[in-house]
């Protein structure tokens, strides 16, 4: 089955970076189009940064020029590198993949933005 799993949050400080890893398994991992969400509490899930199979890159005008998205299909791996954060990015960060007409979600990981 489907599955994703990210990792990499944590607390930092304003201006720190952080790299989340987004480990896929369950489907042919190159084929498909990977993309970043985040999601503060009470809010609604937003698209931060999409990368497709053949490694272009959208991003939200909220991350252009501080956040980076790639892939590694030898690994099955997307990660978004995040720079120079703020603390309007803390959320809970989440990887997701469309699999024809379904869409598949990780358990999110935890990005914390604090001085």
């Known amino acids: 089955q489907v599955q994703l799993v990210e990792s990499g949050g944590g607390l930092v400080q304003p201006g720190d970076s952080l790299r989340l890893s987004c480990a896929a398994s369950g489907f042919t991992f190159s084929r498909y189009a990977m993309s970043w969400y985040r999601q503060v509490s009470g809010k609604q899930r937003e698209l931060v940064a999409v990368?497709?199979?053949?490694?272009?890159?959208n991003y939200a005008d909220s991350g252009k020029g501080r956040f980076t998205i790639s892939r590694d299909n030898a690994k099955n791996t997307a990660y978004l590198q995040m720079n120079s954060l703020k603390p309007e990015d803390t959320a809970v960060y989440y990887c997701?993949?469309?699999?024809?007409?379904?869409?598949?979600w990780g358990q999110g990981t935890q990005v914390t933005v604090s001085s």
């Open positions: 997701q993949t469309v699999l024809f007409v379904s869409a598949y």
């Open positions: 990368i497709t199979k053949r490694g272009d890159s």
